[in-house]
């Protein structure tokens, strides 16, 4: 498939080559594993480069011996030579080579040879004037690819020039990845990305098996349904390499926050524990692997929890509490999952809402701010509460912005009564009431009359417009 986008990184690693013809620059790449991190590298490498891969299942000899082949392969080392230490690795490395030097997958070396961090700070220092050489550490584990750079602990502390880290791809950037497959059912795209997200990898798989026809059921079946799915291990591939050995409270959390647990002390009582055993993983899954994030109100400081990796989301969803159903294939399972996604696709859909709105010039004015909102009936008795979709709003011109998102199709009095019952809901945003100007919108699969609704100030959008 062609490259899409990353324009933006490219350009960044291009000024940095450029920085490197003065002295040497050291830069990580990180980013959730299915991102694009080899991609983007390989498409920046020249045929000249050398492309270093770590294997957290090779002993520090056998990468060793590894590299060194690749070496005589670049005639850096002739065929006679032999290298039986990492000291002699980077000695030859640093006094011979010129260009741009990557390690992919660095934080493996954890596994491989601790001691390889405190050589390669040595080199790093005494070739800091070195000319035409840039190093790329790249890795999959944020909170293992920061020890190594930012603890001050660590040998490799403040060795770093340049940090990129590599997010999923927008949804108009997967858009130009179905151009490629020549797939233009929009219904189809938004299925499929409320379940893969902006990870390249996945829409690799899609032209892979020449997925056109039936494209979002056909996507079920070959990735997930079938025996031997493509996809029916990835996310437990996935997450044993991120985790390790403490797998169990991990997958705990994050089945109990795919089944609706937002908060800390909802999932302690799910899991039948004391908050404070889960604060410390809670945190790691957050801020180590990147896995969970915090949500948090567009209006008021409270927040909330929810999966970041829109597959994960998914597999936690629906496979990781019925594995035995799921791997025997259980017809039953099977419909009733079916059956249920469409409800999951409605909720993911916010999302795509959300970044249509973001790079929309027909939203009445520019934003500040966009996300979702919730709170409690301010005057009511009991614990009645409201949740808004989509705010956006503009801190100096007191501008905001209320949205409804539905994966339905609405004839014009659903419309009017959804925009109705929103109006209701925007009195208790505690906003700037008396000074803010308010508009109220709507985006469905289809609207019937949706012109109707925009004459009279509404902000209206069905698939048509994506």
Known sequence: MKFVNRKSELKTLAEIKELSKQKLFTITIWGLRRVGKTRLILEFMKDEDLYLFVNKDKTSTGQLNEYVNIL?????????????????????LFDRYEGVVTFDEFQNFLYVDRSLFGTLQKYVDLNENKK?????????????????????KEPLYGRLKRQIHLRPMSFKHIIKMYDELDITDIKDIIKTYAIFGGYPRYYVAIEDNNIKDNHFEKCLDIFFFVENATFEDEVMSILSLEFGKRQGVYYDILASVASGCTRISEIASALRKKETDLTRQIYELVHN????????????NKRVLYIDHPLMAFWFRFFYKNISDYKRRDNRFIKNT??????????????????????NDKVPFKHHLIGRQWGKFKGHKGKNTYEIDIVALNEDTKDILFVECKWKDLSLRQAEDILRKLKEKSEFVDWNLKKRTEYFGIVAKKIEGKDELRTKGFVVFDLDDF
């Open 132 to 152: 035409n050489m840039t190093l790329i550490f790249s890795g999959s584990t944020a909170g293992l690819i920061q020890k190594l750079f930012l603890e001050s």
């Open 289 to 300: 692997f990147n896995i969970l994030n915090y949500e948090k109100q567009i209006v008021g």
């Open 72 to 92: 005589k392969n670049k005639k850096i080392l002739n065929e006679f030579e032999t290298l039986n230490e990492w000291e002699d690795f980077f000695k030859v």
């Open 338 to 359: 079916k059956k249920e996604i469409n409800n999951y696709i409605g909720k993911r859909f916010e999302y795509v809402c959300k970044e249509f709105f973001i790079d």
